[in-house]
């Protein structure tokens, strides 16, 4: 008994599977070894009689074959070579035995012109059992010679090992090829291979016992076996059905089940190895979505083929020989080709069912991953705005809670998630359609509430936006008119009276005194200019994102700079003293208009929070390779929340409605911007009533560097 299994290795052995690969050169190898073997334990030399007269009847039982079909179609082949070789295994020598085996199966191999790997594997693998069987019964029982119960029992436990070595290398090559576990295919194949194998023998042992004694009886043993092909037929066919009808339910069951395109592709090839016996692969968007074999090519199958259409080699794609078919899927092509069975005309009428199937899958599939698609895409757009979204059943509980919601509350989406909204957010409009307004009580924050009802599902759908920065913003401005309007009106008043004063009573008036009201115009004038200066400042910086505009460097002496403005300030502020502690000379390169600035600034700020009489400490030194420029205040201090604050725009410690001090809350904005822009650093060191220290940092080069 031989098993077969259609045209997986019909092909060179360079497109084998390395696996596959290795197993024929093991059994070639093993065939050589054990021939040696029988041939060193041959007592003589092998008889050409013998041999021949075994090749004949091994030959002749090869032509007398009874196919019985088993799993979806394959073919177990019942043969009297095997009969023959049980004649011989009693009778002849192992040398013998090996020569005739492999004489026969080259012989009808090469008649039947099957593909040379294949008539290697079929050879190999034939010497091999023959030779086992051969030497087992040599040792027990020497051939030749008489005939008993030893040498019958050898022979059995020689067609044993013949059935083990046959079982194991049919298994191992559908195995690799086919991609079927070696082990179920190993247990597949056993019952049918013993059942034939113990036919066998005893029709090879009967045959024996018939030509000796009563030999025109031989032609009688042909009966049963016509016997047992005709009443095993109907019942295998049955079976085969019941099992394809079995897989084609659970490939069924398979493809109901899928929801991606890749898995209704590997479902189909699946349900063609578990129906038919077959090797698949489909052909999809242009490209193999499954394996195939190496060296495949494209298909040029029309996916909307109904019909199968069935043709030889590579042809429709995959590189392998025999037959191969191919049916439109509707999304793709399903090919399918000889593995462990060979594509035959019963096989066409499966894979239309098949293609019938993936036709109904492949379109259930792209509407499950639009569906997806769509899904993924709102769950993206959801998780990636910044304003929070949840939504609530009927009951209020909370069904959805995006990212941006959970950074809002402060509450994670797994512990909202079926928890009551009241719970996690107090009470509010969360279940009321409009706009609300929401003023969170633990914190400052306002949030914009928009809430919308689906009708159709019970359902509220809340979008939450934080507006803090806006209110605060809008704040800004209302204390930006209140601080301009009162800093405006601040030099304008005594403008305005000064000049009627004049006007009425120029000639009046002593000259003295209008030399002062001048004097005074002219100063609140300075101070209006001041103030629209730096307005049109905090505009250009602002338009530039903080880049100090107009700043070009030169050669400079700072020492001489800030002497100089100490100098002018405490000719305006003579209230104050002002300490200066600086070197002789301090040579840089750097802007001397924006320094001025800056120092101006920041004296003036020192002079205005502190109170009169007390001093003003400025002190510049070289540190570290840097100009640093200290100036310290007795003054009222700044809190500890409000030291970032005093730098951002329009910003005071003191209520803008009732400010003791006059400004815009500009200064320091603006001289941390042009500090920047000269590439050096600020910082605020201050103590709630005992004064504020400002440091600045600039990069110090000497001239001309």
């Given at each position: 008994?031989?098993?077969?299994?259609?045209?997986?290795?019909?092909?060179?052995?360079?497109?084998?599977?390395?696996?596959?690969?290795?197993?024929?050169?093991?059994?070639?190898?093993?065939?050589?070894?054990?021939?040696?073997?029988?041939?060193?334990?041959?007592?003589?030399?092998?008889?050409?009689?013998?041999?021949a007269v075994l090749a004949t009847g091994m030959i002749a039982g090869e032509a007398f074959r009874i196919p019985l079909p088993y799993r979806r179609g394959g073919k177990a082949l019942f043969t009297l070579s095997d009969a023959a070789l049980t004649a011989g295994l009693l009778l002849l020598p192992p040398a013998d035995v090996v020569i005739a085996a492999f004489?026969?199966?080259?012989?009808?191999?090469?008649?039947?012109?099957?593909?040379?790997?294949?008539?290697?594997?079929?050879?190999?693998?034939?010497?091999?059992?023959?030779?086992?069987?051969?030497?087992?019964?040599?040792?027990?029982?020497?051939?030749?010679?008489?005939?008993?119960?030893?040498?019958?029992?050898?022979?059995?436990l020689g067609l044993v090992l013949f059935l083990g070595v046959n079982t194991v290398s049919v298994a191992g090559i559908i195995a690799t090829t086919g991609g079927e576990p070696f082990s179920a295919t190993a247990r597949r194949l056993a019952p049918t291979a013993a059942l034939l194998a113990a036919g066998n023998a005893c029709l090879g042992l009967l045959a024996?016992?018939?030509?000796?004694?009563?030999?025109?009886?031989?032609?009688?043993?042909?009966?049963?076996?016509?016997?047992?092909?005709?009443?095993?037929?109907?019942?295998?066919?049955?079976?085969?059905?019941?099992?394809?009808?079995?897989?084609?339910?659970?490939?069924?069951?398979?493809?109901?089940?899928?929801?991606?395109?890749?898995?209704?592709?590997?479902?189909?090839?699946?349900?063609?190895?578990?129906?038919?016996?077959?090797?698949?692969?489909?052909?999809?968007?242009?490209?193999?979505?499954?394996?195939?074999?190496?060296?495949?090519?494209?298909?040029?199958?029309?996916?909307?083929?109904?019909?199968?259409?069935?043709?030889?080699?590579?042809?429709?794609?995959?590189?392998?020989?025999?037959?191969?078919?191919?049916?439109?899927?509707?999304?793709?092509?399903?090919?399918?080709?000889?593995?462990?069975?060979?594509?035959?005309?019963?096989?066409?009428?499966?894979?239309?069912?098949?293609?019938?199937?993936?036709?109904?899958?492949?379109?259930?599939?792209?509407?499950?991953?639009?569906?997806?698609?769509?899904?993924?895409?709102?769950?993206?757009?959801?998780?990636?705005?910044?304003?929070?979204?949840?939504?609530?059943?009927?009951?209020?509980?909370?069904?959805?809670?995006?990212?941006?919601?959970?950074?809002?509350?402060?509450?994670?989406?797994?512990?909202?998630?079926?928890?009551?909204?009241?719970?996690?957010?107090?009470?509010?409009?969360?279940?009321?359609?409009?706009?609300?307004?929401?003023?969170?009580?633990?914190?400052?924050?306002?949030?914009?509430?928009?809430?919308?009802?689906?009708?159709?599902?019970?359902?509220?759908?809340?979008?939450?936006?934080?507006?803090?920065?806006?209110?605060?913003?809008?704040?800004?401005?209302?204390?930006?008119?209140?601080?301009?309007?009162?800093?405006?009106?601040?030099?304008?008043?005594?403008?305005?009276?000064?000049?009627?004063?004049?006007?009425?009573?120029?000639?009046?008036?002593?000259?003295?005194?209008?030399?002062?009201?001048?004097?005074?115009?002219?100063?609140?004038?300075?101070?209006?200019?001041?103030?629209?200066?730096?307005?049109?400042?905090?505009?250009?910086?602002?338009?530039?994102?903080?880049?100090?505009?107009?700043?070009?460097?030169?050669?400079?002496?700072?020492?001489?700079?800030?002497?100089?403005?100490?100098?002018?300030?405490?000719?305006a502020r003579s209230s104050h003293r002002i300490c200066l502690t600086a070197p002789e000379s301090l040579p840089t390169v750097t802007n001397q208009l924006r320094v001025r600035q800056v120092v101006d600034n920041l004296l003036d700020n020192a002079c205005k929070f502190s109170p009169p009489g007390s001093p003003i400490e400025v002190t510049l030194a070289e540190?570290?390779?840097?100009?640093?420029?200290?100036?310290?205040?007795?003054?009222?201090?700044?809190?500890?929340?409000?030291?970032?604050?005093?730098?951002?725009?329009?910003?005071?410690?003191?209520?803008?409605?009732?400010?003791?001090?006059?400004?815009?809350?500009?200064?320091?904005?603006?001289?941390?911007?042009?500090?920047?822009?000269?590439?050096?650093?600020?910082?605020?060191?201050?103590?709630?009533?005992?004064?504020?220290?400002?440091?600045?940092?600039?990069?110090?080069?000497?001239?001309?560097?």
């Amino acid at each position: 008994m031989r098993g077969r299994w259609g045209g997986g290795l019909a092909r060179t052995v360079s497109t084998l599977p390395p696996a596959a690969r290795r197993l024929l050169v093991v059994l070639v190898a093993l065939a050589g070894g054990m021939a040696a073997a029988a041939a060193v334990s041959a007592p003589h030399r092998p008889s050409a009689v013998g041999v021949a007269v075994l090749a004949t009847g091994m030959i002749a039982g090869e032509a007398f074959r009874i196919p019985l079909p088993y799993r979806r179609g394959g073919k177990a082949l019942f043969t009297l070579s095997d009969a023959a070789l049980t004649a011989g295994l009693l009778l002849l020598p192992p040398a013998d035995v090996v020569i005739a085996a492999f004489v026969t199966m080259l012989a009808w191999q090469l008649f039947e012109r099957v593909a040379p790997v294949k008539l290697v594997f079929n050879t190999a693998q034939y010497v091999t059992g023959a030779a086992a069987a051969a030497l087992v019964v040599q040792a027990a029982a020497p051939r030749p010679g008489a005939l008993g119960a030893v040498a019958f029992g050898a022979a059995g436990l020689g067609l044993v090992l013949f059935l083990g070595v046959n079982t194991v290398s049919v298994a191992g090559i559908i195995a690799t090829t086919g991609g079927e576990p070696f082990s179920a295919t190993a247990r597949r194949l056993a019952p049918t291979a013993a059942l034939l194998a113990a036919g066998n023998a005893c029709l090879g042992l009967l045959a024996l016992v018939l030509a000796r004694t009563e030999a025109w009886a031989l032609p009688a043993l042909c009966v049963p076996l016509v016997v047992l092909y005709t009443a095993s037929r109907q019942d295998i066919g049955a079976k085969i059905t019941r099992e394809r009808s079995a897989a084609f339910v659970s490939t069924e069951q398979r493809l109901s089940e899928a929801t991606l395109p890749e898995e209704v592709s590997a479902a189909l090839v699946a349900g063609v190895g578990a129906i038919l016996g077959c090797a698949a692969a489909v052909w999809s968007a242009g490209r193999w979505t499954t394996p195939v074999p190496e060296g495949s090519g494209p298909c040029p199958v029309d996916p909307d083929l109904a019909r199968v259409l069935v043709t030889r080699g590579p042809a429709l794609g995959p590189c392998v020989e025999g037959s191969v078919a191919a049916v439109g899927v509707g999304s793709g092509v399903l090919v399918a080709w000889s593995a462990e069975l060979t594509v035959t005309a019963e096989s066409e009428e499966w894979l239309a069912r098949l293609s019938r199937s993936g036709r109904a899958s492949y379109g259930r599939a792209a509407a499950t991953l639009a569906l997806h698609s769509e899904r993924a895409t709102l769950r993206a757009v959801v998780d990636g705005t910044g304003d929070g979204i949840l939504v609530l059943d009927g009951d209020g509980i909370v069904r959805l809670w995006n990212p941006a919601m959970a950074r809002l509350a402060g509450t994670s989406a797994d512990a909202a998630l079926g928890a009551s909204v009241a719970a996690i957010l107090g009470d509010g409009p969360w279940q009321r359609p409009g706009i609300h307004d929401v003023v969170r009580a633990d914190t400052d924050r306002v949030w914009r509430v928009s809430v919308n009802t689906v009708r159709e599902r019970d359902l509220q759908v809340a979008v939450v936006h934080d507006v803090s920065a806006e209110r605060r913003v809008a704040r800004m401005k209302d204390d930006m008119l209140a601080v301009v309007s009162h800093e405006l009106r601040t030099p304008l008043t005594p403008i305005k009276a000064s000049a009627q004063l004049l006007r009425r009573r120029w000639e009046r008036l002593p000259e003295a005194k209008r030399n002062e009201l001048l004097e005074q115009i002219d100063r609140r004038a300075d101070h209006l200019t001041r103030l629209i200066e730096d307005l049109l400042l905090v505009g250009q910086l602002s338009a530039g994102e903080r880049a100090a505009p107009g700043i070009r460097l030169d050669g400079a002496d700072l020492a001489a700079i800030v002497r100089d403005n100490v100098a002018q300030l405490a000719l305006a502020r003579s209230s104050h003293r002002i300490c200066l502690t600086a070197p002789e000379s301090l040579p840089t390169v750097t802007n001397q208009l924006r320094v001025r600035q800056v120092v101006d600034n920041l004296l003036d700020n020192a002079c205005k929070f502190s109170p009169p009489g007390s001093p003003i400490e400025v002190t510049l030194a070289e540190v570290d390779g840097h100009a640093e420029l200290r100036v310290r205040d007795l003054g009222r201090g700044i809190p500890p929340d409000e030291l970032e604050r005093v730098f951002e725009r329009f910003q005071r410690v003191e209520d803008p409605m009732h400010m003791t001090t006059s400004g815009a809350g500009l200064g320091l904005y603006i001289v941390r911007a042009l500090i920047e822009g000269l590439g050096g650093t600020i910082t605020l060191d201050s103590v709630l009533g005992a004064g504020t220290t400002v440091t600045v940092r600039l990069p110090l080069r000497a001239a001309g560097a």
